[in-house]
């Protein structure tokens, strides 16, 4: 196995190297003996975006497919343009395969289109795009917003004063969660949104403007987040430590240890760790893979990969670098406070381990496993697709049970 760098459009990005075999496009679901497989990240040097490409690229080299696949990373940038540039050059490259983080749910579409039409199969991963031949994989339509802002209602019982922690502002998951959140809060007369503002999924960022709004409205009682929720708790607990909040938002390992510590419960503190992980790069890989190969064929091309959902009493403490029996959360010596527990899953990712995701290292002994039953996404217009209707109910919970308006 070999790294090599690949310059396209003045980008530099780090490639994995398997087989030295190219071949040509082939239909998707025509078996062959290689395939040429492209993962297309629009951006990376954050915590999510390391995580998720580096369990791609340990599946990546894990058998079966260390022997089938020559698999190359190419970094894009935050420039669309260069996107669209990276992607016409994978084409001619002859790539079987293109796993994307797209810029945009619809700039990419014609060159998408171009890669449909040589015979390449598209997935995109996390962000959706709305050409119809690519296949989406995201929790986008799993209704975060709504489910979460349910949840804390609930906690609430219907009424206190919240901070609102908007994430990257002109983003589709930024605006989904958002309208499902705020048709929720609305519902509740009692429920006062007193502060908000764009964290842009950063934890300092939002540490710092929690912290602001804590010192203007000093009896908060709860803060709604996608990202950022552990630099967002942390402002709570510095500026008041006794009467902390409740809170719905990411995955990180210290913020899922604070929520199921008895100590920090009885401050008041109640919390849901839920919101898209980076393993749905891993698992749009490993189907993407499937459906190249002939495994599945999708009866649909929008797919939602589950959305993580663990309150305190789900929280269980590993004793390995595997999610195995049950566990979800790594003891606190073992990773960093900002470790994202759902760059791995057991489930559906049972090949990877805590070294793979930090690393990009296949786990020793593992093999591919062949994936479950596919759960299919609801349309979502201008998200990820065009000429549809979304459900009637897309902006209601559909694992929180609601509770009366409080009279």
């Not at 698999?71 to 420039?79: E, R």
């Not at 062949?370 to 549809?388: R, V």
Request: overall charge neutral; hydrophobic content about 40%; charged content about 15%.
């Amino acid at each position: 196995m070999r790294t090599k760098f690949y310059r396209w459009a003045g980008i530099s990005a780090p490639g994995l190297l398997t087989v030295a075999a190219i071949s040509l496009a082939a239909t998707p679901g025509h078996a062959q003996q290689s395939y040429k497989v492209f993962l297309n990240m629009s951006y990376s040097g954050n915590t999510w975006q390391a995580a998720a490409a580096s369990g791609i690229k340990a599946l990546a080299a894990t058998p079966p497919y260390d022997k089938m696949v020559d698999f190359k990373t190419v970094i894009s940038g935050t420039d669309v343009q260069r996107q669209i540039s990276d992607l016409q050059s994978m084409i001619a490259n002859g790539a079987n395969a293109i796993l994307i983080y797209p810029l945009s749910p619809t700039a990419l579409n014609r060159v998408i289109k171009q890669a449909c039409d040589r015979g390449i199969t598209v997935f995109t991963y996390d962000s959706t795009v709305t050409e119809p031949c690519a296949y989406n994989v995201s929790n986008i339509t799993a209704r975060y917003g709504a489910n979460s802002a349910q949840w804390m209602v609930n906690q609430m019982g219907g009424k206190g004063e919240i901070v609102f922690n908007h994430g990257v502002a002109g983003t589709t998951v930024t605006k989904t969660y958002d309208e499902q959140a705020y048709h929720i809060f609305k519902k509740y007369p009692g429920i006062k949104i007193v502060g908000d503002f764009y964290g842009n999924w950063n934890d300092a960022t939002s540490q710092e403007e929690v912290a602001k709004i804590l010192a203007a409205h000093p009896n908060i009682d709860g803060i709604w987040t996608v990202d950022g929720t552990y630099g967002s708790l942390q402002a709570v607990m510095n500026g008041r430590p006794d009467r902390l909040v409740t809170i719905a938002g990411q995955s990180n390992n210290g913020y899922r240890l604070m929520i199921a510590d008895p100590a920090l419960q009885a401050k008041g503190l109640k919390g849901v760790s839920s919101s898209a992980g980076p393993a749905v790069g891993g698992y749009a890989f490993k189907l993407m893979m499937e459906v190249v190969t002939g495994k599945k064929k999708p009866e649909k091309h929008n797919i939602e990969y589950p959305l993580p959902w663990v309150e305190p009493k789900d929280v269980k403490v590993c004793s390995g670098e595997l999610f195995v029996g049950g566990c979800n959360t790594f003891p606190a010596d073992k990773v960093p406070p900002l470790f994202l527990d759902t760059s791995l899953n057991g489930d559906l990712l049972p090949e990877l381990s805590l070294e793979s995701v930090q690393n990009g290292t296949p786990t020793p002994n593992a093999t591919i496993q062949e994936l479950p039953k596919i759960s299919y996404a609801d349309n979502l217009p201008g998200i990820n697709c065009i000429d549809c209707k979304p459900p009637a109910d897309w902006l209601e919970p559909n694992r929180v049970d609601p509770i009366a308006v409080p009279k």
